[in-house]
């Protein structure tokens, strides 16, 4: 069983970097990571995924080109870098984690259904 554990949210003016991070309790090697957003009134959304043993990721359109997902498997830990901030970036952002590919090479990765482990997750807020 992995345990997540978010930080480095906070606020930010749009335009401007964040880097939030994971913490695993367990290796994460194998695993299909992924991080998730929901903002006030909406639906949780997959934002970007990475299977640990390949480095394959996949991101959101909207994120595509400004946020980047990574991995230090020493380290258990999962890292989304996120860069050219807007607005609509605002959210409560968290971790996600199912052992094995298929989440990541299925389709899948955007389907929070299809992710048994879960942070409590970071708020990132962008102002204009």
């Known amino acids: 069983q992995v345990q997540l554990v978010e930080s480095g949210g906070g606020s930010v003016q749009a335009g401007g970097s964040l880097r939030v991070s994971c913490a695993a309790s367990?290796?994460?090697?194998?695993?299909?990571m992924g991080w998730f957003r929901q903002a006030p009134g909406k639906e949780r959304e997959g934002v970007a995924s990475?299977?640990?043993?390949?480095?394959?990721?996949w991101y959101a359109d909207s994120v595509k080109g400004r946020f980047t997902i990574s991995q230090d498997n020493a380290k258990n830990m999962l890292v989304l870098q996120m860069n050219s901030l807007k607005a609509e970036d605002t959210a409560m952002y968290f971790c996600?984690?199912?052992?094995?590919?298929?989440?990541?090479?299925?389709?899948?990765?955007?389907?929070?259904?299809?992710?048994?482990?879960w942070g409590q997750g970071t708020q990132v807020t962008v102002s204009t």
């Open positions: 996600a984690a199912q052992p094995g590919a298929w989440s990541c090479y299925s389709g899948s990765w955007r389907r929070e259904a299809d992710f048994g482990y």
């Open positions: 367990g290796s994460i090697v194998r695993h299909c």
């Open positions: 990475i299977y640990t043993s390949s480095g394959d990721t």
